[in-house]
């Protein structure tokens, strides 16, 4: 027998609670004006928040393309397979190898607790249990209904902060100071250092990022709380924005997090080499002497920022400079400074590296 009635008697998490203590199965389906939800349960677990097949509005298809696990055309062609083959999107994605198992089972899971914090926030509509309308496939997750309503409607508290926070989408901003080599970053914040450049609106980090809104907001709030970064200006509405940072590609593969310093360290070095020689053919000048010269002095850090990094990633320094640029730490123009000798000598006992500049007579 169908359970049904209207959301101003009993809300979202009053039913979706009722039906994980009876350990039902079937779906829940809910409709607020123009708005439809669905959630599936399996012996009182949430297992999905889609309805089965595909279409143009499917929550995960949704949520992979704002995330840009998936390409345009990797979603034109799965539609064109759907269409002529009438599967399931999930079968799709792991038949046709666009994303492993485990891989998929992560992106359902944060698509479903992003469909909860909507539906948590549902104050009127109508609802019904059918528990004769099951999932058919094996679920890749089964989540426990309270820890996935209570994290749910902890996001939607937060989502409020962040709104206060970030109320300006059009606020520039920027890196304040590096984390602690030694400090654990999430992997939202390691996707968002290579985004945030100074150059990037609020709003153009959030939809450049390949996190969901709230993840982008919660990793950029605590970035901010750490001092990590730091507005830097404002762009007024209708400005051209600046060109997409390298993370806006659409990946061919599992995300990669991007590590933020190598971009930083690339733009400001070419930055303040374009100005030096811009300089140097205008004026004609002998250069200076290495610790009078802010351009120079400028690369050394930027310089140093590749080396921490690189100790970072292989737990000590490089033996020779080389292996910087052998890596894709820095370019090879990155490692020459016009007018000087760059000269680098590798960690002594105590692990300490030497790097300093001499003029290039």
Not at 63 to 89: C, M, P, V
Not at 103 to 112: D, K, N, P, Y
Not at 233 to 248: F, I, L, N
Request: charged content about 25%; some cysteine.
């Amino acid at each position: 027998m169908a359970l049904q009635g209207s959301l101003r008697d009993f809300s979202v998490l009053e039913i979706l609670q009722l039906l994980g203590s009876q350990r039902k199965t079937g779906s829940l389906t809910m409709e607020w004006n123009t708005e439809r939800a669905v959630v599936f349960l399996n012996e009182g677990l949430i297992i999905s928040t889609r309805n089965p097949g595909l279409t143009r509005d499917d929550p995960l298809l949704a949520f992979l393309l704002q995330i840009h696990r998936l390409s345009d055309e990797q979603y034109r062609g799965l539609l064109t397979i759907q269409k002529e083959s009438n599967r399931d999107l999930e079968d799709l994605l792991l038949t046709g190898r666009y994303i492993e198992a485990a891989e998929l089972a992560g992106f359902v899971e944060r698509q479903i607790l992003n469909d909860l914090m909507r539906l948590v926030r549902w104050e009127n509509g109508t609802y019904r249990f059918d528990p004769n309308n099951r999932w058919p496939r094996s679920p890749l997750v089964k989540l426990g209904v309270e820890p996935s309503l209570i994290e749910a409607s902890r996001r939607v508290d937060e989502q409020k902060r962040f709104v206060s926070v970030f109320k300006d989408p059009y606020q520039l901003l920027g890196v304040r100071d590096l984390p602690d080599p030694n400090q654990a970053l999430s992997q939202e914040e390691r996707e968002l250092f290579g985004i945030v450049d100074g150059q990037h609106t609020v709003d153009e980090i959030v939809q450049t990022a390949s996190l969901c809104e709230y993840e982008a907001y919660e990793a950029l709030h605590r970035m901010l709380e750490a001092k990590w970064i730091e507005v830097t200006g404002h762009r007024d509405p209708g400005q051209s924005a600046a060109p997409p940072p390298p993370a806006a590609r659409v990946p061919a593969g599992p995300r990669r997090p991007v590590l933020w310093e190598l971009v930083v360290a690339g733009m400001t070095v070419a930055l303040f080499a374009g100005l030096r020689l811009a300089a140097r053919q205008v004026t004609l000048e002998v250069p200076l002497e290495p610790a009078n010269d802010v351009y120079a002095a400028a690369q050394i850090r930027e310089l140093r920022v590749a080396l921490d990094l690189y100790r970072r990633e292989h737990g000590a320094y490089p033996g020779r400079f080389e292996e910087l640029v052998a890596g894709g730490w820095i370019s090879a123009d990155q490692a020459r400074i016009n007018g000087y000798v760059l000269r680098y000598r590798p960690p002594d006992a105590r692990g300490a590296y030497e790097i300093d500049l001499q003029l290039d007579r």
